[in-house]
């Protein structure tokens, strides 16, 4: 019996009795439907994170104030005052190669009124260098200019998710918004760069530094100093000039003692990778429990189909079926039954994780490789699960089988 | 053609032995029609299973074509019973939902012989058990005595060395019965060699030789009346 005939004659079996066949297929159905469904959408959430972060700007490290030593007793990672406008500016005029630009920063919220409107949003006190280091783009209007933070200037640039919180769309510029009860001419407005929730870089509004520190929440230091390495490679060569720099301005002998730290972006991915490359991996696993499942079901139904089919492999094997013929003929049902059933698991994944990922609003990420891994799991189950139930038929004795009634 | 020397069977239950055919020798010779008679119990289809090389014996030797066949693995005989045996059974044993032609192919398929050959033959077997215009019907659209002939068909489809028929008119009428041993006796003119397992002593008499099992031996040996026919 060649390939293309056994086939033919297995799919010939599995037609015999159509409902149950469907039902075995069911299970695998579901099961490759779900891994497909939701490792993309791991895979989706994963690359929107990290182009999220990526849009953060490039190669940018951030220092960040450490935590404050009060008697022994250690506060939260960012309470500490350390960092000052004094500190940003000794990095930016030692000129350091590794380095291209350093942008202080002052970021709070606060409540916002224009009009009638009012929002709680964040904003941030900066120098003309944020824009380069953020890589922010102007929709229209300018951003913060040196005379604007030198003259200490009520002005500010808005996000576009602003716009549409206190203007409903409308153009703002040359209009005044008063952050918290001071009032402020709105000179820009940003190109949208997306994201939702927290890290929602639209919700946002930039004011000079000085005018945010003085004016608006009444103090001397700066909440973190950004800075954007020359070129990928001399990312660490940044961290350590400016480290060693900070040290000796802050007096402090060992960078165990450090009262700031330094991270880059590299490391913020990678965490953020790590996470969500741990949640796929449980999505992954859940949906591989229900392929389990789906198998042990395909492996009932070949058992009542073995049993039920009794007579038939005794006559098979009078007629000079070998075991090893017969375990084919199971096997190959039993394959059949799962590569079909991956392959209709699959479309079902892809169309699932289409619909779901335009409703959560990501990009559609299914991967080749998934799909092709599904569809060797399911023939996997397939030779797996029909094992057990071929060698069974295999195993009976043609006498017995006959006899069977 | 068959050479049967102190064949013994016993099967094992626990500790109960059960004594199936005690030293049993006889032949039979190429072209013969042999009926083997004896009442249930006798031993007669355990001598039928290892004849059809479906089963062992416990001791003594069954040579077939010169082949000492009771001594050989499972494929071996799986392959022997392809070859060299083709089974008539009782209750027809035909696929369901399978058409006569795939029914009759069925041995081919295993014994590895091409598709259009196997259609070929499969056709001109059953023009000669008589049921040419009933090719594509599946079993169940066929009566006992068509059913039965498609078996027979099915029997002669790898040339076996003998046919092996038991009870072969247990499930069907007596006048299909009548055209059924009849066409056994076509078969034999031809120069096929049928041993055939009954109880029946009116379906015995199409036989040349009668062997009489009782109690796992062989009781007697004798040929039917005459003027039966």
Not at chain 1, 141 to 163: E, M, R, W, Y
Not at chain 2, 102 to 111: A, E, R, T
Not at chain 2, 120 to 144: F, I, N, P, W
């Amino acid at each position: 019996m060649d390939f293309i005939e056994l086939v033919q004659s297995a799919f010939e079996a599995l037609l015999l009795n159509k409902m149950r066949t469907a039902l075995a297929m069911l299970g695998i159905v579901i099961g490759i439907g779900s891994v497909i469904t939701l490792v993309s959408l791991g895979q989706a959430s994963s690359q929107s994170i990290q182009t999220q972060i990526q849009s953060l700007g490039a190669n940018l490290l951030t220092i960040s104030p450490g935590a404050q030593r009060s008697g022994g007793v250690r506060e939260a990672a960012g309470s500490n005052t350390t960092l000052t406008l004094e500190d940003s500016n000794a990095i930016d005029s030692a000129h350091f190669a590794s380095i291209s630009k350093v942008s202080p920063e002052v970021s709070r919220r606060a409540q916002i009124t224009a009009g009638r409107n009012n929002t709680n949003t964040q904003v941030i006190g900066v120098t003309p260098n944020y824009a380069s280091v953020h890589s922010i783009s102007m929709q229209s209007g300018s951003f913060i200019t040196t005379q604007d933070v030198t003259g200490l200037k009520n002005v500010a640039v808005v996000g576009p998710q602003v716009v549409t919180d206190l203007f409903g769309g409308a153009n703002p510029t040359g209009q005044t918004i008063r952050i918290n009860k001071i009032p402020f001419t709105i000179i820009g407005i940003t190109v949208s760069k997306g994201g939702t929730g927290f890290s929602n870089q639209d919700d946002i509004i930039f004011i000079p530094i000085i005018t945010a520190q003085k004016t608006i929440f009444g103090i001397d230091y700066v909440t973190s100093i950004s800075m954007s390495a020359a070129n990928p490679n001399s990312m660490t060569q940044a961290q350590n000039d400016a480290g060693y720099l900070l040290l000796a301005r802050h007096k402090i002998s060992s960078v165990a003692q450090a009262d700031f730290s330094i991270f880059s972006q590299a490391d913020i991915l990678g965490a953020a990778s790590s996470v969500t490359g741990t949640f796929t991996a449980l999505l992954a696993g859940i949906a591989a429990i229900s392929l389990l499942v789906g198998g042990i079901g395909i492996m009932n139904i070949m058992l009542v189909t073995v049993i039920e089919r009794t007579r038939e492999i005794g006559l098979r094997k009078a007629l000079g079926a070998k075991d090893g013929t017969v375990v084919t003929q199971f096997l190959v049902e039993s394959i059949i039954l799962t590569i079909v059933g991956g392959i209709l698991g699959m479309i079902l994944g892809i169309v699932l994780s289409l619909i779901i990922s335009s409703f959560l609003s990501l990009p559609p990420a299914i991967s080749i490789s998934s799909i092709l891994l599904a569809v060797g799991i399911s023939g996997g189950i397939g030779i797996l699960f029909g094992w057990y139930p071929a060698r069974k038929a295999a195993n009976m004795s043609p006498i017995e089988a006959l006899r069977y009634e | 053609m068959i050479d049967v020397s102190h064949l013994s069977k016993i099967y094992k239950m626990d500790t109960v032995q059960t004594i199936a055919l005690d030293d049993v020798s006889f032949s039979i010779d190429k072209g013969e029609f042999v009926a083997v008679m004896g009442p249930s119990g006798s031993g007669k289809s355990t001598l039928m299973h290892i004849i059809g090389a479906l089963d062992t014996p416990t001791k003594g030797t069954y040579i077939l074509d010169g082949e000492d066949v009771s001594k050989l693995s499972k494929d071996q005989l799986a392959e022997i019973r392809n070859k060299k045996i083709g089974f008539v059974f009782q209750s027809f044993n035909l696929l369901p939902r399978t058409t006569a032609l795939k029914n009759v192919s069925l041995p081919m398929i295993y014994g590895g012989i091409p598709k259009k050959e196997r259609m070929e033959k499969a056709k001109m077997l059953l023009k000669q058990v008589g049921l040419e215009d009933r090719m594509t019907h599946t079993s169940s659209q066929l009566s006992g005595g068509q059913m039965q002939r498609v078996a027979i068909a099915r029997a002669l489809a790898m040339n076996p060395s003998i046919i092996l028929a038991d009870e072969p008119t247990g499930n069907i009428s007596s006048a299909q019965s009548n055209e059924i041993m009849c066409l056994f006796q076509n078969l034999q003119k031809q120069g096929h060699t049928i041993v055939m397992i009954t109880h029946e002593s009116s379906v015995a008499a199409y036989a040349q030789r009668i062997i009489y099992v009782k109690d796992g031996k062989i009781e007697k040996e004798g040929t039917p009346k005459k003027g039966k026919k």
